[in-house]
């Protein structure tokens, strides 16, 4: 602080005097925090302009620029960057464009021209979010329905529909029949009257004739509004070849007038199936029926019939030459002549030869015959050869194997009763190996079995059919078994006291004949007893034989173990 000298200002008058310091106030420019000062020296009245630049930033913030301290008021708030604002409006739809946007809110100054509910007009607010408003404009007409019958009151508002009537509709069909539906507005709907007509090639018509040709058939169930229907069947309207007919389902307009495309049926001289080549109906260069081989699939058996084999008609023919020119030329070395009916049917398509079990299953059957079986065509049921697959399991998990068995000879015995074809019975869900145990186990037993579901609900079904299924002679487990070697050992077969007249004697072999009989029906292996003929002609002469006179006599019972032979 500066001191006055004594007696310096004798008047209040009198100036103050001036320090000579420099004068250091405090200007309004310069950053917040490090305000500019006046670097004058002390002076009386205010501080002249601050010669210095300040640092001013945009509108929006984003940069700067300087600017002398003697124009701040002036570019105070008019600095502008070239920054576009791309922030969303009110509306959510449009984004503000503006260079510099200062603004906190945006809001939207586009006006909203969406069309209203009353499709009619469009929206006047300022473009916003969600629905449009209703309509503003009302009517101050009354609003009827199409008859009259219902009326709305003003003030209608716009877009308003007419009210619902429930009146019959008033207006005239073209076809004449009445309408069934209410009073409405809008057009009518199609007539849904059930009328007669016909298809478009007449075929109900010309069906119906063959049988009654007195009466016209027509469809019935047509809709009047419907002008043309297609009956579903193929058109069979003759082709331009004369040959062949329409195959296309019902149609409009006339069949295809192109080159004829489908298969000749001209029958071949040489195998009688039809000719196969495109329709060649007036082509004067093609042959017909074709020269070329026939390839129509056929089913080629050996002469037993038990081996099968699909392969075409030409190769089957080829084979069928060879063999009968090798059974020529083997005749003529033997000189021996040959008669052969080559007209019989079916011979020209045995032409596999029989392998090995074809002479195993002729040499069963022949075994059989003379032993009286009454089925003997079952060689492969006589003797069943499991697979590796089927045997594993089996030693695996017995159980599951047995119930396996009995389930599907459950199935066989009651498709052999039923009187429907065929029987099916479902196994639960179980994986893949099981699942293969049972589709190779129903082949021994004739039935089909096909899965169903996806994994892992995955099951089968096996389906027998009355005529075709049948049940093996023993099951996996007993050939197993017999496999091993064990043998399963009968129980004892008490025999009662031989009768000593005729009757009795004739009564007491006929109970040990059904006692055998249960027995071996009883036993699952197949087993037959076979008694020679010797044996046969010993127990007739006993039958013959005068009985001798009876004496008591208390023996044991005896045992016999050939009545009931073991299960193998």
């Not at 059989?368 to 492969?380: C, E, M, T």
């Amino acid at each position: 602080m500066y001191r006055l000298e004594k007696d310096r200002r004798k008047l209040c008058t009198d100036p103050i005097p001036l320090c000579g310091n420099i004068c250091a106030k405090p200007l309004p420019c310069g950053p917040p925090g490090d305000r500019h000062f006046c670097k004058q020296e002390c002076h009386e009245g205010n501080c002249p302009v601050c010669p210095d630049k300040t640092l001013l930033p945009c509108r929006c913030g984003h940069s700067s620029k300087e600017v002398l301290c003697s124009e701040l008021p002036q570019m105070l708030n008019n600095i502008f960057c070239q920054k576009k604002c791309n922030k969303k409006l009110s509306c959510g739809r449009h984004r503000c464009r503006e260079l510099c946007c200062a603004v906190d809110v945006h809001r939207c100054r586009q006006v909203c021209g969406r069309t209203l509910s009353c499709q009619l007009h469009r929206c006047e607010e300022f473009c916003h979010t969600g629905h449009c408003p209703i309509c503003p404009r009302v009517s101050f007409t009354e609003l009827r329905c199409e008859c009259g019958a219902e009326v709305v009151l003003p003030p209608v508002r716009c877009g308003a529909r007419p009210p619902a009537c429930s009146a019959p509709c008033g207006r005239a069909r073209a076809c004449g029949h009445p309408p069934h539906h209410s009073c409405h507005s809008d057009e009518c709907p199609p007539c849904v009257v059930l009328t007669t007509k016909r298809c478009h090639g007449d075929h109900e018509v010309h069906c119906f004739a063959i049988y009654f040709p007195s009466v016209v058939l027509k469809r019935k169930t047509i809709p009047c509004s419907q002008e043309e229907f297609s009956c579903g069947l193929p058109c069979g309207k003759p082709l331009p070849c004369g040959k062949h007919s329409c195959i296309k389902i019902c149609h409009k307009g006339p069949c295809d007038t192109e080159k004829c495309t489908q298969p000749c049926m001209e029958k071949r001289s040489s195998c009688g199936h039809p000719c196969g080549a495109p329709c060649h109906a007036g082509d004067e260069e093609a042959q017909c029926p074709s020269t070329s081989p026939c390839r129509r699939p056929v089913r080629a058996t050996c002469l037993c019939g038990r081996r099968a084999q699909e392969r075409s008609c030409a190769d089957n023919a080829r084979e069928c030459s060879k063999l009968l020119s090798n059974l020529v030329m083997s005749k003529m070395q033997e000189g021996g002549s040959l008669e052969m009916d080559v007209s019989k049917p079916g011979l020209h398509l045995k032409t596999l030869e029989c392998d090995d079990e074809c002479r195993v299953e002729a040499r069963t059957r022949q075994m059989a015959l003379a032993l009286q079986i009454r089925n003997p065509d079952v060689s492969s049921k006589l003797a069943p050869r499991y697979s590796e697959h089927v045997r594993q399991w089996a030693m695996r998990d017995p159980a599951f194997a047995q119930h396996v068995h009995d389930k599907l000879t459950e199935l066989v015995q009651l498709a052999k009763k039923s009187k429907q074809k065929t029987r099916s019975h479902s196994f639960p869900s179980m994986n893949w190996q099981k699942r293969q145990f049972i589709h190779e186990l129903c082949e021994h037993f004739g039935c089909e079995s096909v899965a169903y579901d996806a994994e892992p609900n995955r099951n089968v079904v096996a389906t027998a059919d009355k005529e075709k299924s049948w049940l093996p002679a023993m099951s996996v487990m007993e050939v197993l078994a017999r496999e091993a070697g064990r043998r399963r050992v009968p129980g004892p077969v008490t025999r009662a006291p031989a009768a000593h007249t005729g009757s009795s004697s004739f009564s007491s072999f006929a109970s040990t004949s059904n006692s055998r009989d249960t027995n071996s029906r009883s036993s699952g292996g197949g087993w037959a007893t076979l008694t020679p003929s010797s044996t046969w002609a010993a127990r007739a002469a006993a039958r013959r034989a005068p009985a001798p006179a009876p004496t008591p006599r208390h023996e044991p019972p005896s045992i016999d173990y050939f009545d009931n032979p073991p299960d193998c």
